[in-house]
């Protein structure tokens, strides 16, 4: 096929992955904005290269034709998460959406591959529009954690550098590695709640003191520099005691006086 007719073909894979990227990188600010730990730590999206769909389709005898429908990944999004646990509720996420239908989930958690690969795969039906209406098109997400990332994607370039011809010494290691990921997960489940606990902390100062330092710029419209300069002095002295309430309350304080001056400027 000529280069131009792959472009036409894989333009709605595009943006498709184009989409699904902004909408779970938006749901990771949705989930963030509102003070909420997010399940979805990072998301990236590929159009799978033109040299793998040629791979795939000599590999599983598929023809030009059988392209669209046989092979399910030319669009492509990882989703890769903190936690194990997180991956269910990303998977939740997926089901509950009225933008993506379910074709398949295959599950390479609870069933690994003999090479040590773990990672949950939702194959997805979704619909894109092109400028010859609409077209309903596959795409892979791949849902991990960030030790499974680590590891698939070291595996993936060895895979590349070998094409199926993995000396024995690297598949064990590989394998030994994959085992010391499950651990490492395992070990990290643990303590989650914990971490949990302290990026939620970090997020909840961060968005405070976000909120002081937009009220303190809005008020150099408004309020003499005296009073600024004392804000400020006062936003240091609270700031540097590292006490999220006592900066919580001086946020709603600055507030109130911010809120005066917006009524002062409205007469
Ligand atoms: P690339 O370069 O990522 O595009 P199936 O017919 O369902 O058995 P299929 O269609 O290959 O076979 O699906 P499968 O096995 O679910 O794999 C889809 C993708 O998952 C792969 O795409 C890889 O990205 C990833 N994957 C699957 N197995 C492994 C593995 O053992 N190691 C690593 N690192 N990744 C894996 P492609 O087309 O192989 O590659």
């Known amino acids: 096929m000529e280069i131009q007719l792959w472009r036409e073909l894989l333009d709605p ?7 699904l990227v902004l909408k779970f990188s938006h749901m990771i600010s949705e989930f963030r904005n509102s ?8 998301v ?8 793998s769909i040629l791979d795939k389709m000599q590999k599983k005898h598929i023809s030009m034709e059988e392209l669209e429908d046989c092979i399910d990944d030319i669009a492509g999004v990882r989703i890769i998460c903190q936690f ?5 509720r990303v998977v939740d996420i997926i ?3 009225s933008d993506m ?3 398949e989930e295959k599950d390479y958690i609870t069933n690994m591959k003999d090479s040590g690969y773990r990672s949950y795969h939702v194959i997805i039906w979704y619909d894109v529009q092109t400028f010859d209406g609409p077209k309903r098109i596959q795409a892979e997400i791949q849902i991990r954690t960030l030790a499974m990332d680590f590891w698939a994607t070291i595996e993936h370039s060895l895979q590349y550098k070998y094409k199926g011809n993995m000396p024995e010494h690297i598949k064990d290691k590989l394998s030994s590695a994959s085992n010391a990921i499950i ?3 395992t070990e990290m489940s643990q303590v989650r709640d914990e971490i949990m606990d302290a990026q939620n902390m970090f997020q909840v100062k961060a968005k405070i003191v976000s909120d002081i330092l937009i009220n303190i710029q809005n008020l150099y419209r408004v309020a003499n520099k005296r009073e600024i300069v004392k804000i400020q002095d006062e936003f240091f002295s609270v700031y540097s005691t590292e006490d999220i309430e006592k900066l919580d309350r ?4 600055l507030d109130i006086i911010s809120e005066g001056y917006r009524a002062q400027s409205l007469y």
Do not use: C, M, T
């Open 183 to 185: 651990l490492l997960d």
């Open 35 to 42: 003070n909420k730990y997010s399940p979805i730590e990072q």
């Open 95 to 97: 089901r509950k959406r």
């Open 84 to 88: 194990v646990e997180d991956i269910d």
């Open 250 to 253: 001086f946020s709603k304080q």
């Open 13 to 19: 894979y595009q943006l498709a992955v184009d989409e």
């Open 44 to 51: 990236h999206g590929r159009v799978k290269k033109i040299s």
């Open 101 to 103: 239908e379910i074709k």
